[in-house]
């Protein structure tokens, strides 16, 4: 009933009575007086007047589960919350609850983590109170193989999400995004499957939101959503914008069966298109021209023998942004 109560409120712009709350959620006013002591409790700035009711005056730039519920849109993504003030990494608490039974959908969301999980065994810089750290728990019916696609509707996600902000964005294949060169979100999918069957996927996703500043090692390769713009973000919006984008994409995908629907799009976004690049494979590297992805995901590189894809592994941008991963 809480984050009922703070949409209502949120979509109010004059005051809500207590005896309308008490009509629409059927609850006594006790209760809804009970909720209210809560949310200020939490940081809400709510008037109460005698006779007019209650009225939300500021929200603060929380990741509570009531925060983060209310106002989203979504019918699966993001409807199960769990939120965490602090754990080791979101992804592996995801696979925990994966477990455990969550449904499918469900979101892990932690204000910061202790050993943040990146790509190739890398950890994910992951401080208090400026960023999101969050896991998305799939359960799709899809052949193992074509797990791998999900990543990259992820980074669609996270990107449409920047676009929606008006913030630029690229999108360095698979899953990494950039903005002025460098990295401001970064994405790690793991799953838990049989020959034939999944049981679960967790997506990670990281993302570089309100941070002023990075540490001496990362200044030059990381930057956030606020740094790029000069504004700051109300971070459980950005994570209901990434969970729309990714629910309405992830629809797409589980009817197609593959990226089709998606390929234009995201090759507009890549950072690299037609670019020379880099690919880090274990025991290889080699360069080519990177012509976007095809259907499936993989990313089509041209070189002096003809075309070939890359479904996995390490790709490097040469002069392309500051970081090497």
């Not at 629409?24 to 909720?35: D, E, H, L, P």
């Not at 791998?148 to 999108?171: C, P």
């Amino acid at each position: 009933m809480k984050e009922e109560i703070l949409q209502m409120l949120k979509s109010r712009q004059d005051f809500v009575s207590g005896q309308e709350l008490c009509e629409q959620f059927r609850v006594s006013r006790t209760a809804v007086w009970k909720v209210i002591g809560q949310l200020k409790n939490e940081g809400y700035e709510i008037e109460a007047i005698n006779r007019k009711g209650y009225r939300l005056i500021a929200s603060p730039d929380i990741l509570t589960e009531s925060e983060i519920l209310s106002g989203m849109t979504t019918g699966v993504m993001g409807r199960h919350v769990y939120y965490y003030d602090c754990l080791g990494s979101t992804n592996d608490q995801a696979r925990m609850l994966a477990e455990k039974g969550a449904p499918d959908g469900s979101l892990v969301v932690a204000e910061t983590q202790n050993t943040g999980k990146g790509r190739m065994g890398r950890t994910f810089f992951s401080p208090e109170g400026c960023g999101v750290w969050m896991s998305l728990i799939l359960k799709p019916d899809i052949p193992p193989v074509d797990a791998s696609m999900i990543t990259l509707i992820a980074a669609m996600a996270v990107q449409e999400m920047m676009e929606s902000f008006g913030l630029k964005s690229g999108i360095k294949w698979p899953n990494d995004l950039v903005i002025d060169r460098r990295k401001t979100t970064g994405i790690l999918t793991e799953m838990s499957a049989g020959p034939d069957v999944i049981n679960y996927i967790v997506v990670g996703i990281g993302i570089n939101v309100n941070m002023k500043a990075f540490p001496e090692d990362l200044k030059d390769t990381a930057i956030s959503m606020a740094m790029a713009s000069g504004q700051t973000y109300h971070r459980a919006e950005v994570i209901r914008r990434v969970m729309q984008y990714f629910e309405a994409d992830y629809r797409q995908f589980l009817e197609a069966g593959d990226l089709s629907f998606l390929k234009d799009k995201y090759d507009a976004a890549l950072i690299h298109l037609n670019k020379e690049i880099s690919v880090h494979e274990i025991r290889r590297v080699w360069r080519g021209i990177s012509r976007g992805i095809n259907d499936i995901g993989e990313l089509i590189v041209s070189t002096d023998e003809g075309d070939t894809t890359v479904r996995s592994g390490e790709v490097s941008i040469r002069g392309i942004y500051g970081y090497a991963e």
